[in-house]
């Protein structure tokens, strides 16, 4: 199981998730998205980037809720919202945004 | 026009428990991911299938009848009477015949038969017993990964034999020889190295409260406290991960809070026992319960608290009522005037009661509520201080704060609840089929509330009951927000001194308001 990037093996779990996410690269992240059959734009950008921000602080993607009010923050208050978020990532923002950002999708009874 | 004839009209009512045609081997191909060698020997288990697996899945079978009377009974007391073979919600949502009960334990019992009884030693064939063999572990694996551990099947069966008690000695069994689950195991890793199912490191979660307090005070107008790891509080909160990070847990938390609050309790979360739920039950394996269990024991005894209050969390429930005296106690060092443990529902329903909180029902008023019982809250613990009280303190509660309350068919609720689908370790996207096939008995109960009540949603106390539904209900035509938490209810009308009018405030992204969705 592993994605195949300029000649380099970068390998990832059953569900596509890194399993490295040193790896990372916004590269890769294109052929992530477009697995995902997202076209990344400035928004998804600032998602993916804020979820790897967040990530490198404190070892885990923020929970929605803490996305979203962050969002509220840099990109005003239309598109700092759930529903927006889920207009950019259609299959929930946790599960793709996640994987595209290359870390590890969140686990546990959620 | 088949497609069209199966559409139910408005208000045609469905029988939630219908008994489906049997489809032999629907199932059989549902395979959950397997747990990787790491995952494995961080719990103590062998990284991989051993070279003599065989003998070591007959020894730890024969250890474990040796420990457990009661399994040994359940093996040799059924009767094939067939009165379980209907009741099971995975049977009602797949028409596999294996996920009928005594097919299930069959599974298991056939191959015990053939290594601890005198009938299965020498005559096999007579007597329905199998060898140990690749085949027979890959059934189990797909099958025993098919029950939710949910224990309604038992209510039916005249022995009392117990499947779900099966199913944890099957999968201690296939942990022995390496074979475990991905979702159940790597994240009992996750509560060995950082507390809780999340893998929510304390830096994370010190910071995620601070950010709850701020929306706290933004709805309010008040500095509602969200505590951590505070010594000298009175209580320890102890409530799943979950409740940090998905909707609706969130809006419970944020009830509790609210309670601790009205009242002017001294209370914290504890950053070591950062997690209520034990998946350890669900692996059957009782070294890792307690190793989790003691992480609470640790928290309580570091941070000199008098008692202990367990958030809305089904299995948790049962593990703390029903085992962590034995598994992490005693818990001497606790103030015995109080109950122990208790349950968020007792502590709130308790404040009710005395006349210490006060609620703005109309607040909840674009609600019209039912509850959903969660099988391990329902068959596998009580509350309060009467028989049944598990079933009635949270009702009381939803009927104090919301003023349209109806309850589903009689069948599908109370000691008699139908699972949510995603207990005892099914709540993964690799098993997503059998999550909504399962869920259909509950979401048919639902719907024809919906019919006759208007009922537009449902309240739960399980961190995995909620996270089911909210990832399930759109399958079934109901919006993923329409499951609620209970707390959440107590949150939007508890009438606290000296708070703002919400109703003044056009924020549309208020806390405890019905349209964030769950953190997938």
Known sequence: ?110 | MSEEAKTPTVDEYLDPLATPCMQPGAMADIHTFPAAPEHQEKLGFPGELPENWEQVAVAKMGELLGKYRGFRVFLDSCVKCGACTDKCHYFMGTADPKNMPVARQDLLRSVYRRYYTFGGKYFPKLVGARDMTKDVLDEWYTYFHQCSQCRRCSVYCPYGIDTAEISMAAREIMDSVGVGQKYCNEILGKVYDIGNNLGLPPKALKMTLEDFEEDLEDETGLEIKMPLDVKGAEILLVTPSADFFAEPHIDGLFGYAKVFHAVGASWTLSSVASEAGNFGMFIGSYETMRNVSMRIRDAALELGVKRIIFGECGHAWRVAYSFLNTLAGPFDFLDPRYPFPQHICEYTWDLIQKGELKFDKSKNDEYRLTFHDSCNVARGASMGSKPGDQFEIPRNILKATCNHYFDMDEDTIKEVTVCCGGGGGILTDDLMDVRVKGASPRMTALGNLRKEKGVTHMAAICAICKSQFTKIMPKYDFEMDSILSVHQMVSNAIILEGAINEDDDDDDDIPGAPDVEAAE
Request: charged fraction near 25%.
């Open chain 1, 1 to 110: 199981m592993a994605y195949e990037l300029n000649g380099q093996t970068i390998e990832h779990d059953e569900e596509g998730y890194l399993t490295d996410l040193g790896q990372w690269t916004e590269d890769l992240a294109a052929i992530l998205a477009k697995d995902e059959g997202i076209e990344m734009t400035d928004e998804h950008w600032e998602v993916v980037n804020f979820l790897r921000e967040y990530y490198d602080e404190y070892q885990i993607a923020p929970a929605i809720r803490v996305l979203v009010k962050a969002l509220k923050k840099t990109m005003g208050k239309e598109k700092g919202s759930n529903k927006y978020l889920y207009t950019l990532f259609p299959y929930g923002p946790a599960k793709q945004a996640c994987k595209i950002a290359g870390l590890p999708k969140p686990t546990g009874c959620i």
